[in-house]
Structures are given as C-alpha cells and as structure tokens.
C-alpha cells in the first residue's frame, strides 16, 4: 500500500504518523516524505496513517492530510462435525467480531456446502464462530465445541486459516415433569437518531433460552453437583419462549447474546415445584441491555407465599413516591435494591418481620426513565429473589 500526498514548494518538512487499533498514535520513525509505502500489509500494522506538513516560511501553519485508514483481510473455512465425526454440512455459520465492553458485531451469515462453511475477506481481528444446524439434532455450536459463547474458544484471524467445530448433540429425552418455564425476551438498547439517543426496547426473536438442572453427585452430599443442560429453544417472532414437562428440581436459565453477559444477581436459579405446587409453572421476563441479561419480573406465587404476604409495587409509573406495601412478612431480613438498568445501586431499604408494613422510597431525584427493583433474602445460601421493571416518571 503506497499512500502520495505531494505538496508544492522546497522548504516543506513531512512527517507521517500511525494511529493503531488501540488508539495510540505516534510518528513513524523515518516517515518523512511525501510518500509513504506499507510493506506487508498485516494485522500489526492495520490502522490509521496521517501525514503533517510545515515549512519553515509558515512557522505557523501545519497541515494535515485526511486520515488513511487500511484493513487487512483473510478467509476462513470451517468444517462442522457431529460427536461421530461426519461433516454437517447443511447448516449455517456465523462470525461475531469480539468487541470489549460491547454486545459483539455479527457478520453476514454463510450457508454450508460440501466445502464447509466459507467467510471471505474477512477483516483481521478476534472473532467468535457458531454453526446452527438442525436444532432437532444439534444446539448451536460455538468454535471449538460449546454451547455458551462465554465458554467459547476465540479465533485470532490473521492470516487464512481452517478450523473444525464439533456440534453439540441436543440432550436427550430425559423423565418427564408436570413442570414448567415460560417467558419472553426484550432488549433495550441506545439508539441515536436525529433527536438524540432513545432507549428503544424490541421483542427479541431466535434468543437461544436454556435449562440447566443440578445434579447433586452422591446422595449424602446435596451441595455437591452440576447443572446439566436439560433443553434449548429459540424464542418466537413475539420473544416468546417455553419449556415444559420439567420435573422438579432446582434449574439454571441462560439467555445466549454473544458479547452480553448473564446478570447472575438476577433470578437465573429457582426451584420447579412438582405437581400441585404453588411454583410448577414459572413465567419470567427477560431483559437484555447493553450491559447485561436480566431477568427483570418473575411471576412465581410461591415466593411471594414464601416471604411475604399481600405485595405490592405501586403507583408504577412513580412520581415523587414508590410505596411498597405486604400484609406480613415471613423472613429475617429482606433487601430491597433500586438499581439502575446497568446494574448499579442507586437506593437500599432493609426490611423484616417487625418492619411497618409499607414503606416509602424517594424517587423524585430520579432521572425519568426505567429501572429495576430487586427483593434479595438475605438469609438464603442461594439469595432467592424477585425483580419488578419501575418506570419513574
């Protein structure tokens, strides 16, 4: 690559300087003419390149050209096996650039051939890969051979390269329950538009939701064990997602966007009741934000019987007041947190058996906007808890 910026007259001085991925920029060490020439065109050196111009006659006066920026590109193929080792070669492939702090950028999508799945000219960097095929057979596979991106081996592109990723087999039928999860998915996040940036909040279609169960590993030692995957499925067009026939137990959720961790101070584990039970049907309420996935509402009666009796939330919106109000409550201590959508603190209330039975928060010194209210058990080893969505207003 050869960049020329030529100027007339004798006395100009030149000086090129590079802006690399991180956002340093120096001078180039002996880049001091009008032209400058990138041998070998690498991930080292992709960035931004500028060339400063003075003259001794203008003491004063520095220009500056436009800034220059290269990319260096590469391919990679993928070939996508089952647990026996046979190509699946009918699915599709996706790329997520890993961006730090940020949800991740997804490339275009590759349908599979009998070549495997082929991404061209793609710009180095690091990437995640996935390979979806038929969800009756396999969940979505991230590179090396995992179903959670947080799991996932990432891909350093930077030269051509080809890599194999090894399916993950949907679990199998396992005994059957009279349990039940259902819930939908939203994300909310900034969009900048001619009037300046909005929250906006949209149903979230084909989120992969997960159940895991603990598993204790011998029967006099409950506390040890592992959550073993028992099912997946997509949400709908609506964000809509459901899980049945569960047996009781106590489960794990997992909502996969890549880049965007689970919260895990919300409700992600909670007990399945058997049948008749006040928690074999469990609705839940999924918020994805571009700090964290939360579950934001859990409509579950058998906590509220467990900790409290008669609560209530309201006005909601709020104005000057957010009154929270139980006939009884029934645990040592409960805390209440008002959080923000990132997850941060912004007021605390402890509450317990000899408490009023209804209390006020202050909210009028509150931005307007959404933010969440999470009822934590203090006392708990597993901290069960609820989280209602406050809108202050």
Not at 35 to 41: A, R
Request: charged share 25%; hydrophobic share 35%.
């Amino acid at each position: 690559v050869e960049f020329i910026s030529s100027l007339d007259g004798t006395n100009n001085s030149y000086q090129w300087s590079y802006e690399n991925l991180s956002g340093v920029e120096e001078d180039i060490p002996g880049a001091i003419s009008d032209t400058y020439e990138i041998v070998g065109l690498a991930y080292e050196n992709m960035g931004t390149y500028r060339l400063q111009v003075t003259s001794p006659l203008v003491p004063d006066l520095t220009l500056e050209s436009f800034p220059k920026t290269v990319w260096a590109s590469g391919s990679i193929r993928f070939h996508a096996v089952n647990q026996s080792g046979s190509d699946v070669n009918d699915g599709t492939a996706y790329l997520f650039k890993i961006i730090e702090g940020e949800p991740y950028d997804s490339l275009a999508p590759v349908a599979g051939t009998t070549e495997g799945y082929v991404f061209d000219d793609v710009v180095l960097g690091d990437y995640l890969a996935l390979v979806e095929g038929d969800l009756d057979l396999y969940l979505p596979t991230y590179f090396s051979s995992t179903d959670l991106w947080s799991e996932a081996t990432p891909i350093e592109l930077r030269s051509d390269l080809e890599e194999t990723i090894t399916l993950v087999s949907q679990p199998g039928v396992g005994p059957l329950g009279p349990g039940e999860i259902l819930g939908t998915v939203e994300s909310e996040f900034v969009d900048e538009t001619s009037e300046g940036r909005i929250n906006a909040r949209r149903k979230v279609k084909r989120a992969g939701c997960s159940v895991r169960r603990f598993v204790p590993k011998g029967r006099n030692n409950q506390e040890d064990g592992e959550f073993e995957l028992v099912a997946y499925v997509q949400s709908d067009d609506e964000g809509r997602f459901e899980f049945t026939d569960l047996v009781a137990g106590l489960y794990r959720f997992n909502v996969e966007y890549p880049g965007i961790p689970m919260d895990e101070d919300s409700y992600v584990e909670f007990e399945v009741g058997t049948e008749g039970s006040e928690n074999n049907t469990i609705v839940l309420e999924i918020l994805i934000t571009e700090n964290a996935v939360t579950v934001v509402k859990v409509d579950q009666l058998g906590f509220f019987k467990k900790y409290f009796e008669g609560l209530e939330v309201y006005p909601n919106p709020a104005d000057d007041f957010l009154n929270i109000r139980f006939d009884q409550i029934l645990s040592e201590s409960i805390e209440i947190q008002l959080m923000d959508l990132s997850g941060h603190v912004l007021k605390t209330e402890q509450v317990n058996s000899w408490s009023p039975n209804q209390i006020q928060i202050n909210v009028n010194d509150l931005a307007d906007g959404m933010y969440l209210m999470r009822f934590k058990d203090e006392e708990s080893s597993r901290k069960s808890m609820v989280t209602y969505k406050v809108l202050v207003n």
